[in-house]
């Protein structure tokens, strides 16, 4: 969300791309650092993909939460009504989040935003306290941690995440954003926005996208692509 984003052969088509994951071995995983928004359909896309890639690339996925709460404050007066209201009711996810990792470590993460974000996208779910108490049940946690939603008592963590991704990237950005070590390693970090794609790509077709996306990401100098969506988010 910007701010208002086969064939059974594993060997993809880049091989020359120093940044490829696939130069490397199975036991030597390159860890991709995700930031996401759970109540951002593009990023849960994304997200949807990076599971893919994990299964076809030596890629494990660190997650960590930025805010479009926080993203947007500087603008709130410049945003439309609808998306105005949207992102004010942004915090309560986030800080659930930040809480439980807080709370029970940063692994907990990744389950916690596949069950929230299942209902918020899959199923259409409020994103009121009974959902939040769903997912929290499914991804193993205390439902005690949806009282979190409704208190600044954890923005100070919600901020520091939120600052620990946008400063790779820059604030021109939405969510998520990906940080992957460069080819000599996290002194050379590659960090980008996006991608923005729909439906996730599946198989080798996530680990083609993976491949072109840390090379043009890893080129010095190289900024954009982009086209106009003419598709809504598809969930599949």
């Known amino acids: 969300m910007r701010v208002f984003v086969e064939s059974a052969n594993t060997s993809p088509p880049y091989r020359e791309n120093p940044m490829s994951t696939t130069r490397r071995t199975s036991d030597e995983k390159t860890t991709a650092d995700f930031w996401f928004d759970p109540i951002c359909p593009w990023a849960w896309i994304t997200s949807r993909w990076m599971l893919e890639v994990q299964k076809v690339r030596p890629v494990e996925v660190r997650w960590h939460v930025m805010s479009l709460a926080v993203l947007n404050e500087p603008r709130m007066d410049e945003l439309p009504e609808e998306y105005r209201e949207k992102i004010a009711n942004a915090w309560g996810p986030v800080r659930v989040c930040v809480a439980a990792a807080a709370e029970h470590g940063e692994e907990v993460l990744g ?32 439902a005690s941690l949806a009282d979190a939603a409704g208190t600044d008592a954890y923005d100070a963590e919600v901020r520091a995440s939120h600052k620990g991704g946008i400063d790779k990237v820059g604030e021109e950005v939405g969510t998520p954003v990906i940080a992957v070590p460069g080819e000599t390693g996290a002194e050379a970090e590659v960090a980008f926005f996006g991608p923005v794609v729909t439906p996730a790509p599946k198989g080798e077709a996530a680990g083609r996208l993976w491949d072109g996306t840390l090379l043009v990401a890893s080129t010095p100098g190289f900024f954009e692509i982009k086209r106009t969506r003419t598709q809504d988010p598809v969930f599949d």
């Open 111 to 142: 389950r916690l935003y596949t069950a929230l974000g299942t209902r918020f996208h899959h199923q259409g779910r409020p994103r009121d306290r009974a959902t939040i108490v769903e997912a929290l049940e499914e991804a193993g946690l205390p």
